[in-house]
């Protein structure tokens, strides 16, 4: 039974860009939760997404937007990156309200 | 707004010694988690503590939750250096739709030989 799998593992990019981070969820889960870990800190809770739409979102900007397939990936856009962008970006997937299971994590970095 | 305050923020503790790390949070929840993270890698659960007075333990490690005083406590038992991580408690808020976790700042543990 495979877990949570993101993908890429890791990813460079520059100001300004735009980039797309990729999760899918643990067999049995529908619901894909994002989370944002700076170097040095607790996850941040970014938002969650289920049966394809958003349906709770933590304190972050709209260049940061998400989006969840019918068969329940999900994915991770960020627009405009600024170089505080730079984190451990961690997906989450869970039935319903249910205990979250973490994924490997995608380390972003922007220069 | 929900804060979950973990103390303290680092530990360095000789192995053999007992330790406990504590959480503080400041709403109503009835289930917190506790992870372990190794550098650059991602979380691992250790505990996931569902009721007043849950207590549950993992070789070295016992964890415990106290709903009315809104404090989790994890208790290190004789450390070894393979504890050397960083742990951290998270608070599950139930919201009108879905859920979500709220991290402390995480304990930075070094045990010395």
């Known amino acids: 039974d495979a877990g949570v799998t993101q993908s890429p593992t890791h990813l460079i990019k520059t100001r300004g860009q735009q980039v797309t981070l990729r999760c899918s969820p643990k067999?049995?889960?529908?619901?894909v939760s994002w989370y944002q870990q700076a170097l040095g800190q607790g996850p941040q809770f970014i938002f969650q997404?289920?049966?394809?739409?958003?349906?709770q979102r933590g304190n972050f900007p709209d260049r940061f937007s998400g989006h969840q397939y019918p068969n329940y990936s999900s994915e991770l856009n960020v627009n405009a990156l600024l170089l505080g962008d730079s984190a451990l970006y961690l997906c989450?997937?869970?039935?319903?309200?249910?205990?979250?299971?973490f994924g490997p994590g995608t380390r972003l970095t922007v220069l | 707004e929900l804060k979950v305050e973990q103390n303290p923020l680092f530990l360095s503790m000789q192995e053999g010694k007992n330790y406990t790390i504590y959480c503080n949070y400041s709403?109503?929840?009835?289930?917190l988690y506790w992870y372990r993270q190794d550098p650059g890698k991602s979380l691992e659960s250790l505990f996931v503590?569902?009721?007043?007075?849950a207590v549950k333990q993992e070789g070295r490690l016992m964890a415990s939750l106290d709903t009315k005083a809104r404090l989790s406590t994890l208790h290190i038992t004789a450390a070894v250096h393979d504890l050397s991580a960083t742990y951290f408690c998270?608070?599950?808020?139930?919201?009108?739709?879905?859920?979500?976790?709220?991290f402390g700042a995480g304990t930075i543990l070094r045990v010395k030989s």
């Open positions: 067999s049995g889960h529908d619901t």
């Open positions: 998270a608070v599950d808020i139930f919201m009108e739709y879905g859920n979500k976790l709220v």
């Open positions: 997404y289920y049966e394809e739409e958003e349906r």
């Open positions: 709403t109503t929840s009835d289930r």
């Open positions: 503590l569902l009721s007043n007075g």
């Open positions: 989450a997937s869970t039935s319903g309200v249910g205990t979250q299971y």
